[in-house]
T-cell receptor, first 115, second 114 residues
Framework: AQSVTQLDSQVPVFEEAPVELRCNYSSSVSVYLFWYVQYPNQGLQLLLKYLSGSTLVKGINGFEAEFNKSQTSFHLRKPSVHISDTAEYFCAVSQGDTGRRALTFGSGTRLQVQP | SQTIHQWPATLVQPVGSPLSLECTVEGTSNPNLYWYRQAAGRGLQLLFYSVGIGQISSEVPQNLSASRPQDRQFILSSKKLLLSDSGFYLC?????????????FGPGTRLTVL
């Protein structure tokens, strides 16, 4: 069975500072990895995804993530955050056609950007 | 392009009353469909998913049920709501032909049970 661990439930950071949101997964097979963002009272929006190829993935709003197979990690980074980045961020993993056709989500990290 | 709709956007119901939340997808055929719940301050809990009409997989036994009467329609129901059913309900879809299972989410329904 696969699982996703987001090590930090909350991450406070000052505006224009860099941020890293951590995500580790466990799976015995190849995986596909996703980061989603959720603003208050809204659905989830895809930030970026790793399907194959380059391990450094760039997404929307200046975010990027790096897939590290040996460390089973997919950390999300942004070099300079804005107040508008305040939201909940979810990491998710898929095993593709094997197993159930659903994503496994982490518990989420609340990013709080302070002025 | 594909769009996903959920209604109602907000709902306040008394304990013991029935529930029906609807989700529809446009612009795609034979999607995989999903219902999630977020309790206050909690993560996402997958409730049900469906790979075709009449095919429902339940992830967590509980007071809720799901149905898929049409290809792009997914309904979440309850005969008698409990206080613990309060939360934010999200519907999502993915391409059945894709092996990635990338999901696209609707705007959600905020349910408050009093």
């Amino acid at each position: 069975a696969q699982s996703v661990t987001q090590l930090d439930s909350q991450v406070p950071v000052f505006e224009e500072a860099p941020v890293e949101l951590r995500c580790n997964y466990s799976s015995s097979v190849s995986v596909y990895l996703f980061w989603y963002v959720q603003y208050p009272n809204q659905g989830l929006q895809l930030l970026l995804k790793y399907l194959s190829g380059s391990t450094l993935v760039k997404g929307i709003n200046g975010f990027e993530a790096e897939f590290n197979k040996s460390q089973t990690s997919f950390h999300l980074r942004k070099p300079s955050v804005h107040i508008s980045d305040t939201a909940e961020y979810f990491c998710a993993v898929s095993q593709g056609d094997t197993g159930r056709r659903a994503l496994t989500f982490g518990s989420g990290t609340r990013l709080q950007v302070q002025p | 392009s594909q769009t996903i709709h959920q209604w109602p956007a907000t709902l306040v119901q008394p304990v013991g009353s029935p529930l029906s939340l609807e989700c529809t997808v446009e612009g795609t055929s034979n999607p995989n469909l999903y219902w999630y719940r977020q309790a206050a301050g909690r993560g996402l809990q997958l409730l049900f998913y469906s790979v075709g009409i009449g095919q429902i997989s339940s992830e967590v036994p509980q007071n809720l049920s799901a149905s898929r009467p049409q290809d792009r329609q997914f309904i979440l129901s309850s005969k008698k709501l409990l206080l613990s059913d309060s939360g934010f309900y999200l519907c999502a879809w993915s391409e059945s032909a894709s092996s990635y299972n990338e999901q696209f989410f609707g705007p959600g329904t905020r349910l408050t049970v009093l």
